[in-house]
């Protein structure tokens, strides 16, 4: 039986660059120990938001194992980097990364089948996966590069029962879907994290553990309030909500570069250097949004924890 995986936060961890456009691993132990400031549960190491596409296979390995190796016994590790097309490539990939420490390695679902094939395809790949790979605990990331697929409460259940399967980042944003989801995978292993804000706190309510998503790397204080006290002070959980819900479509303005710029405020003393984005596309306007931000989130938590 895989081991169990912590409820809670799990931050999607974006990868800081020096100006020269190398990886600064100076900036990654900050984020690190900002993540523990902040409270949170786990690091979810290798992932979209980590840029693991525009990284080489050697540097996402080496950002593992330096995750891995810098981050405190408390926090817990998941890592995905499997980006190679050849199966035989993702193995040794995903290998690598559970043999570098991860307490679970999370596989892409758009890598389990094509676009144009179905779940019968994907069950059969991921059957192979785990004969080939040797770990205790599995994930699945809803990951939208280069497609999204959604998997099944049906194929979920039967990831769920081999025992092997520990977390799944939901990525539907559907109250609906997650219901089915939870329902499929109840009385095993299988945790379920939503990745959307807007919908987290009824997600919570219907069974779902917790938060991974791109917030997290705005104010991840928060969501861990949310995820620790929704069911003691459900009054003040909807306030909680209403502001993330709110304040989630901040996403969509020039991330990973914004997040980043959001760190920097918050004393994480990084660039906005991305490989994906331009961070020139942070215009005077939009570094004036994203101070703005900030500013009204630390309104926010001195009204709401009164310090």
């Not at 909500?241 to 989630?248: I, V």
């Amino acid at each position: 039986m895989a081991k169990e995986i912590a409820s809670g936060v799990w931050p999607v961890m974006i990868t800081p660059f020096t100006e020269d456009n190398r990886i600064d691993y100076d900036g990654v132990l900050k984020i690190i120990e900002w993540y523990d400031k902040m409270g949170v549960d786990g690091i979810f190491a290798m992932c979209q938001s980590s840029e693991m596409f525009e990284l080489t296979p050697q540097e996402r390995l080496e950002l593992i194992r330096f995750v891995v190796e810098h981050t405190p016994k408390h926090i817990g590790i998941i890592a995905s980097g499997h980006c190679a097309e050849k199966v035989e490539d993702q193995i040794r990939e995903a290998q690598a990364a559970i043999d570098a420490g991860v307490g679970s390695y999370v596989f892409i679902s758009n890598q389990f089948a094509k676009e144009d094939e179905n779940e019968d395809v994907a069950k059969q790949n991921i059957e192979y996966l785990l004969d080939h790979i040797e770990a205790e605990s599995f994930g699945i990331y809803e990951c939208p590069y280069p497609y999204k697929r959604l998997v099944s409460p049906e194929l979920l259940k039967w990831c769920a029962e081999t025992g092997k399967f520990t977390f799944l980042k939901d990525t539907c944003c559907d109250v609906d879907q997650l219901h089915a989801k939870v329902e499929a995978v109840k009385g095993t292993p299988m945790k379920i994290f939503n990745a959307n804000g807007a919908t987290l706190l009824e997600s919570l309510k219907m069974g779902c553990h917790g938060y991974s998503g791109v917030m997290a790397n705005f104010h991840p204080d928060l969501y861990v309030w949310l995820c620790r006290n929704f069911e003691k002070e459900p009054e003040r959980a909807e306030i909680m909500m209403n502001y993330l819900g709110a304040a989630s479509t901040f996403e969509c303005q020039v991330y990973p570069c914004n997040s980043k710029y959001h760190m920097k405020l918050e004393g994480v003393n990084i660039t906005t250097k991305s490989r994906r984005q331009d961070d020139a596309l942070l215009t005077p306007n939009r570094l004036l949004e994203v101070e703005q931000f900030h500013a009204h989130t630390e309104y926010f938590r001195k009204t709401f924890f009164g310090k």
